[in-house]
């Protein structure tokens, strides 16, 4: 009976544990069908938050732009992007895309075989990671595209406009009614698409580049002992293949003779210089005897005593040390720093207006590694006070701030701090040395990253200043770190005291770093001092140079350093519909660029048989106005003279333009010119203009050629209708940007 009743127990078990696993295999859920893009397709084109798509083969090649490094600008391809970031290669593969947030600033790279172009800003940006589906996340099968494919181009070609009359006008209403139709939406074909439904909020929650530090706690406790007790590193100090010269040995060291001659010789320097008299102490140095004293770059440090690195009590800041552990290729969110503030900051006794003619942001980076000794950090100090002094520092004029490297680097003190030439000079009497190394490239890393904020006192309106101080060499690489920086806006000048000798060049780590690293390579941004004891002499040729804003290049970037001049067509055959359509696209372009009177100005012609200067590029200098000026255009109606235009606004805008400023027109037409555009065009672009062409319906493709600039693919473009315009305006500030980022530094 027993037996009897545990055959049927598991037989019943049996056909209940079957049963659950058919059950499974029908609610299985069925494979995930993956759409596959193109190599050219961007991800603002696609509606989809979240989506994963596949790659085809072959998308790692130039013509693919990207824009920034792990996170991208939302008109950089995807699948060159994905490369970039290492997700895929170039045989293709799946991959997820998320969408995020625009970003005030793309930083570009070269990694994995694709560089990357740098972006001041754009509105949208997304992510890119493996190909595997996020749980609880249902993922289209079919993508929704943002834009409809273009219809059949019209093969007639254009009639005289007193024909066309008529027919156009109904053309337009069809045109407008077509455009009410569609509105803004996207193509109907896609409009079933399911889309992710748990997607995470990443928008608003994805930091941008440019704030990327995080702030410690505020119990830090300061240094009590030693430097090596207390400082907190990303990462052991690195073997170097060089040699790092320490120039300056301890007292116990130097023969009590050799010290008081020294000690003679730098009162005498001292008193010398009291009386103007720069020819004192020539021919008296301690470089010569210290600058073969050399030790492996191992990272060890001269053991000072604590004193060395507390700083006073009545010290106007009190900084913790800010780690840049960044390195190319890393993560924008796991750049490692840490910075501390002034929990109580000393009341300034003053504000001052400053020198007025001298306002740029500044910020000098301070060389405070072993090899520089007490004595030559004494006079770094005294030249930087005499650098406050002579620039004049106010709320009105130039601001000045101080970033201390050695292994790593730290805010001495920021824009905002200071602001009199006074408290300042004061300020930095009492900085105390680091120690370490010569880490240039990590400080440059770090002032880009987190210097230059509106937090610190970026006043946004002046020029971004970078003054690096080097004593000998640095010992790490400034290239990329450089790059980085440039194209962030920031200008780069280098004060290189006592260079390598000939037979110190083999332990250079990156031989001609000034010219890897400075905005210009025409001597403009680099001073050498043959020694530290004729520092003083750089004074008044480094703040000259710093004040001359004009020529501070770096500080200029696609988005505000153009005069940009639309040439528009307002002939018959365009319709009154159609004419404020051109104006929306006008006004798409124009609300891209930084526009002042300093930054990027915009002006505008309209032409028919005849040409009208809307407005000049001085006429209105907030973005605000000019979006108004555009929107007032009235269209005029009649011929088509094309070529006449060109020349009219060469004479009427581009020849007032300012020497800094690129000259880019941006002409519109719907149909061939009645006259002739080549020779026009030609002097245009001699006269420095850079022409971008957009056609409409019956433009001429060989007249759009032939107005564009060099190579005429990138310069020129067609849409089928009006309503297409606003697919080109993402491409022609890319392209802007590009050309722009891709300019010589000689």
Known sequence: MKATVIATFFGVFLTCTYTAKEATKKTKKAKLYVPQIDCDVK????????????????????????????????????????????????????????????????????????????????????????????????????????????????????????????????????????????GDTVHKAHQTTPVPTSVTQMATTTPTPTTTTTEPSTTVPQPTTTPAATRTTAAPAKTGPGLHRVREMGSSSVHPAYASVVAAAARQVQAAQGRGQNTAFRGISTSASNRNIL?????????????????????????????????????????????????????????????????????FLMDGSWSIGKRRFQLQKRFLGNVAQALGIGS????????????????????????NSKDLRNAIEKIQQKGGLSNVGKALSFVNKNFFLDANGNRGGAPNVVVVMVDGWPTDRVEEASRLARESGINIFFVTVEAAAQSEKQNVIEPNFVDKAVCRTNGFYSINVPSWFSLHKAVQPLVKRVCDTDRLACSKTCLNAADIGFVIDGSSSVGTGNFRTVLQFVANISKEFEISDTDTRIGAVQYTYEQRLEFNFDKYSTKQDVLNAIKRISYWSGGTSTGAAISYASEQLFSKSKPNKRKIMILITDGRSYDDVSLPAMAAHQNGVIAYSIGVAWAAPDELEAIASDPAKEHSFFVDEFDNLYRYVNQLIQNICTEFNSQPRN
Not at 310 to 332: C, F, T
């Open 295 to 363: 030790r492996h770059n191992t990272g060890a440090q001269r053991q000072e005593p604590a004193a060395t690195f507390q700083r006073a009590d009545s010290s106007p800041v009190h900084l913790a040390m800010e780690i840049d552990s960044w390195k190319p290729g890393l993560s924008l969110f796991d750049t490692g720093f840490s910075t501390k503030e002034e929990l109580n900051p000393k009341p300034l006794e003053s504000i001052s207006q400053g020198n007025q003619n001298c306002k740029v942001d500044l910020s």
């Open 396 to 419: 009105a004029g130039p601001l000045m701030g101080i970033v201390q490297y050695g292994d790593d680097p730290s805010t001495e003190f920021n824009l905002k701090t200071y602001a």
């Open 43 to 182: 991800a603002g084109k696609i509606i989809n938050p979240e989506f994963i798509a596949k790659c085809p083969p072959g998308c790692q090649d130039v013509k693919y732009r990207v824009y920034g490094t792990d996170i991208y600008a939302s008109f950089s391809s995807i699948c060159n992007a994905a490369i970039h970031s290492g997700i895929i290669d170039n045989t293709g593969g799946k991959i997820l895309v998320q969408k995020v947030a625009g970003h005030s600033g793309y930083r570009g790279s070269f990694s994995n075989g694709v560089r990357s172009l740098s972006l001041p800003r754009w509105r949208e940006s997304f992510l890119v990671s493996e190909g595997k589906p996020r749980k609880g996340v249902t993922y289209p099968s079919t993508l929704e595209y943002s834009s409809s494919k273009s219809t059949a181009v019209k093969s007639e070609p254009k009639k005289p406009e007193q024909d066309l009359k008529g027919t156009k006008s109904a053309d337009t209403a069809k045109t407008s009614e077509k455009a009410s139709d569609q």
